[in-house]
């Protein structure tokens, strides 16, 4: 028997899940009412981080996930490979930080053996915060992880400290330059642009990038924070970004983003660029292709939804043999339940219960 998948939500006014119907079965393509084809996959492999950014995390008493809730390496490459055999090329491991989790390298490891029904590589990418990262580097490189994205936010380590209650920048720091020494490439350095704390140095960090042979990507800030704190009256929107970035640079922009959640700008012409993520004021939903998998095994087919969709009892039920068409099952009701936007603008948006740490970015 398959099992049901189990839905776990607030309701929002327009929610239209209960008309929304999966279809297709294991090896056919993900894809939602509204026509997109899903091919990314976020796996978050913990909510822990060694850092606790304004933006996201309260400094104390956050209440992280049970040990015993947190997906197993096996657990997480039965979800991997399933989805894999209905289309998704992309894996980023995200948290929390990913470094923290004691087997990173075989997770990586695992998840780089997986192959497409026609036989190409996944495309195996990580998001961190580059603490840990001039340790780890070398072994995640010889384990099949082929890119990284690096967040840092400000290259002053007074500012450094303020912003995330650590004083870490150094480890950071020699995280990106191990990265822009190895052969990981494409390079990307993720910046969430705030004001009164960076938006005086987006040209700083612009040549930092440069200098490391990396993209710096720009970032929205979202209403994603523990704390639910976020105003949008602070955040430094995409425009201001372009404004300031084109006082120096001459911006063109890159055509073909496809699914991809930044939009580019060539330098002058290029071929470095810049990108900008705008989740709020440019909203890319019409071509959202990612789903998420939460460290404890929850699906949410939006960064922002409300709703969750529970593989824990497709993974650890009794029913071992309908295992991967539970798995699949609940791939698909999550895409089927995909609503065509985020509505952060509309009246009856509602701040998702978890922080950005416990969703996985």
């Known amino acids: 028997m398959v099992a049901v998948p189990v839905i ?24 939602d009412r509204f026509g997109r084809v899903h091919r990314d996959l976020r796996i978050s492999l913990t909510d822990r981080c060694s850092l606790r950014c304004t933006y996201c995390m309260p400094e104390q008493g956050n209440e992280w996930l049970a040990r015993t809730s947190i997906l197993t390496v096996d657990e997480i490459e039965r979800v991997a490979r399933v989805a894999a055999a209905s289309g998704i090329t992309t894996f980023r491991l995200t948290g929390g930080e990913p470094l923290l989790r ?17 036989g190409a590589a996944i495309d195996l990418a990580m998001t961190t915060n580059g603490i840990r990262l001039a340790e780890l580097l070398e072994p995640l490189r010889a384990a099949g992880l082929g890119r990284l994205n690096i967040s840092i ?3 002053d380590p007074v500012r450094f400290r303020e912003l995330t209650r650590r004083d870490r920048l150094d480890e950071v720091l020699a995280g990106i330059a191990a990265a822009a020494a190895s052969d990981l490439r494409p390079l990307k350095l993720n910046a969430v642009a705030m004001r009164g704390v960076n938006d005086d140095a987006l040209i700083d960090l612009v040549d930092f ?9 720009f970032i929205e800030q979202m209403p994603l924070d523990a704390g639910h ?5 602070s955040m430094v929107t995409r425009s201001e970004i372009l404004d300031a970035l084109s ?6 922009p890159v055509p073909g983003r496809g699914g991809a959640p930044a939009e580019k700008w060539a330098l002058d012409g290029g ?29 949410r087919n939006c960064l922002f ?17 309908a295992t991967d068409t539970s798995v699949d099952a609940v791939l698909r009701a999550c895409i089927a339940g995909k609503l065509p936007g985020h509505a952060i603008d509309d009246p009856s948006f509602l701040q998702p219960t978890r922080g950005m740490n416990a969703i996985g970015g």
């Open 209 to 217: 990038a440069l200098a490391h042979d990396a993209q710096l990507r």
């Open 271 to 299: 071929p470095a660029t810049v990108g900008v993520i705008a989740s709020v004021t440019a909203p890319f939903c019409g071509d959202c292709d990612r789903l998420r998998l939460t460290a404890d095994g929850q699906l």
């Open 247 to 252: 006082t120096r640079w001459r911006l063109t």
């Open 305 to 321: 939804s409300p709703g969750e969709y529970d593989l824990v009892p497709a993974l650890r039920g009794a029913d071992r043999t």
């Open 102 to 118: 004691p087997d990173i390298v075989e997770v990586v490891r695992r998840l780089s053996a997986i192959r497409t029904p026609g």
């Open 229 to 233: 704190t976020w105003d949008r009256a």
């Open 153 to 155: 936010d400000t290259l």
């Open 8 to 31: 776990r939500t607030r309701p929002r006014r327009g929610d239209e899940r209960a008309r929304s119907v999966a279809t297709g079965g294991p090896g056919d393509p993900l894809v």
